[in-house]
């Protein structure tokens, strides 16, 4: 099998994850070098990873180390820039979620990955969760049969960064937080979103909702699907409790409940505590398996010249549902999709 | 103790387990007499619940047997007038969910207990069931934090009566089934509805789809609370599967997870089926415990003189909630709380 | 339906169990009179479950009350005196477990209500419990196949009496604690115990230990059974962290879990805690439904002239048991049944 | 890091899974050849490993190929042989359970290992499970208080390969099945066996029995250790319904389940099924990372000259438990630890 060498664009912790992922775990795939606008950062990764290739810029990366393709792990507002950067040179790209800040940035995208001929995979990880995967295997064999709605729930356990709170150039929490089970949803109902109602609200933040008057740190998302189905997305973040991602598919047979709070299957019980067991800390203790399989699938497309089982038309899709979710929790109305353009 | 004889009016389902909680599981009190429209089932049930008193009405039952109490379990249409009748005549009512069909009835209901000095408890059995009591005490001590999310659903095996198909006369299932969600929320987010959406469609009776053209089977219910939480209510009647009453708490510090699908602590695992376990075939099942506990709080708090738990009130808050989705559901627009009256 | 009245027999706590459910829970029942050999004791008993006869004796309450059926539960020791005393006046007899000391005295009792043609059922609730009722119906199905294991386990809260911790006197631990798990294998197997062997060791209780030279208060037990089976019992108390009932049937095609520690089916998850939910404080609490079921099978048996599903022969065959686990223990070999008698 | 070259010995089951973690998933290993008395059997490996060496001998291994540590997954009747053949060449040695035959053999092996001054790591991969793991450091951290009792039990569902039905020369189901059990309980416990009785049958594989008379497919073994605590391990093979590998410690202040039955967290429901999920089907998916980590343990130790956390001495004493249970089943007494030598 030949051997396909990553760049890895940004050194925070979804970065190292790609990185380290591509140094210890993808047969066929090798770490190349660590992009961060910050040298230092990108630095010590790379001390960390033990990998000699270190730049501040994808520029200098291209100039001055050898790879096929580029993992882009950055803010979201760089996505379009590195990804047509990337495109124009042929590399392949990985994408993080979410795509990008607009629908004419990810069509961008899209466009300039077709016209490069190069792979555009999009970062929705839960495709690649063993839990998942079996969940969507059982839905397509029919167990419940058909999906008549599907719920889906991400909390997470940080404040987001400074540029993420600001909704107007980050999309916010639906967009960093809750990419993924607009998603979800659209991956398993096989339907795309006609009409998006949603609810959102500051109850914990209320320091960064002075700062930024658009932050919300809950939010429900109500959605009616082409196909008639219904669909429900609930996020918040931060919560203390620690990370969760939870789904449910109510079928026209049965239901589906999948994923669950505990992350160990050890459970102690004692007088002063009662029944306890471990929930997982944060989404790399969850998906640590999805991180993996979902990197061997983006080297194996590459080498195997194959389609990515998730591309950027799904992010440009996920991105249409969380842009439409914040103009409804700005006009208090139900949006339509697909969305006008201006 | 002294004793307190019951009429039961309803001799359908839950009017049955009604008379036999009253007949067997209640100290303090017996049951008197049961009513049906049906006189057929009215004797049927009173052979099988081995008492002598049976009634077409509950006229006659006020003058051939002797009680001191009503538990009204016929269709919501009747409430009013059998709940302002027995208060003229003095009896104590216990009125099963939903309360009525329109503000003004219920209104009516309040003000005719009120002005005869009757208790009024209505049936949202939840509030009695061990598994609810032991998550709104942890929620009250403060286990979770403030609650900020309230997830509630029901789902039900049974088809609905033809009555209750016509959504201009019985508000349809988010009445029928969903009242005890709507509820729910009320108790535990301690809060008031402000705003309500819902998205709802018929994805499984077509057939009375046609026939009730404002039919619908499947409901997601977005609600804005005064406090500003939030809350979903899903309901989906009727699912194969079997009876469905979970909740779901985020609260600031932490989540609740409140009842489980699973009936009876057994699993078994085969080559053939993996793991099995029975869940919850209907409410009755579910429920035994609580309209038991129903049932006893409603004798004690008439031997005792004492307020109910769930009154009146409770059942009008629920009933607008149910109105205003419905509302939405045929405006497409969210629904303001207090409703506007015509 | 005639009503049955019912004398308990001793005030402790499983005597207060059985009389309130006699008074409130079981329709043909009633609770006629309680004693216990401290009058004190049976007073106040008397008055909080609000009945006016009490007595410090079976012979003062036959002569003072009038009722068809005793229930016994008061020490072993007392046992098979009561129970020959209650058949030669034609009292139907209900005995907790263990049912005696010896197995001379199990079968003068099981003589004694035959020879009197009354009803002796033993207090092997666990027959009754729902969890356990459901798992005996699944493998009577075949679901698991033919059983080849059986586990059955039993941890306690609490420190036993001081007269159950002499062991001469009480048979210990296995007979006060285990007893359930020797009548629940052989009711789960179908089948009787043909080899025991037992470990046993005190790990907690180590004043009692030099006290009591027999004492122990950790103990597993191994059992081949007449059919080829094995099984294993676990008995511990008492353990700090509540009350522990559990099984695990293997069968030729598949396996089965009896019973779990948690308690009501909520969970919470918070930062410090993790996943928490509570577990079973009390064998009250785990088996509240067992003794009513238990209790109006009894009075069902006694009305309808029936014989009851546990009998006396199950009591004498469990006490065998635990007799010879007590004779493994102390001479560390296997013993063989039936047990020789001296 | 310098990189390790393993050479796999054994193209069974076993050897496959740990020779293809050598290839993808250990940095810093390799996976230089492997070997298999049917040359045909590594022939047809190599070629789904993708590599080039494959040998019918140690012996032409050593001189093909280059590598500085072999792994040990042949039959149990090999591995003294191979391990002092390669200990002799100055090889590290990973050697799969059971260690030996006989505690001669296992000595045998430490001692080589010693005197050429190369590592010995034991395959007890449960040690290296994180399930098994987080259960360890919750004991080790005072969660449930001193340790009283370990259980511990595997079941598998596969019949032994016909060298193992032999339990003269294979020492049968309790060494190939159980082997683990008894470090299990070792390790948790931190206590060595004192006392051994062990119950076994027959009950399904009535065939095998008849060819092989010492033949037993169930198992009980009762321990008791030197600390006091007591141990049970249960064992059955073939069991239909997959594979189950379980324990439970009862601690002086708690109570620990480890494990469970369930797969993957996704739970479905219909009418016809109930509440369904998936169960382990085999050893290798439910300790996938456990064998992962436990290869890179290996490779750990061997580049950084470290001991390894599991021993030949562990080794040493796991088999002295089954050599104890085989002699208790085939004396029908109690055997007391350390075994007396012939």
Known sequence: MRSVGICVIGAGRAGLVHARNYRENVPGGSLAAIVDADLDLAKRAARELEIDHYFSSLEDALEGASFGAVCIASPTFTHRDLATAAAAEGKHIFCEKPMAITMEEAEEMIQAAGAADVLLQMGFMRRFDPVFRVAKG??????????????????????????????????????????????????LSESEYQRIYAEANTLKCFDLKEEFPDFYDNAVVSLRLKNGGLGIIEGSCPVHYGYDARAEVLGSEGVMLIGELQDTAVVTCTKSTGLVSSNFPGWRERFREAYIAEARHFVECVVKEREPAVTGEDGKRALEGVLAANQSIKTGRPVDLPLERD
């Open 138 to 187: 059982l839905i397509e064999a029919g167990e419940i049969g058909s999906p008549m709605l599907v719920r889906s729930l991400t909390r997470g356990p940080g404040l987001p960064p400074r540029w993420a709170c600001d909704i107007r150039t980050s999309n916010g929490m639906l967009a960093e937080v809750n990419s993924h089970d607009f998603d979800t949803i659209r991956w």
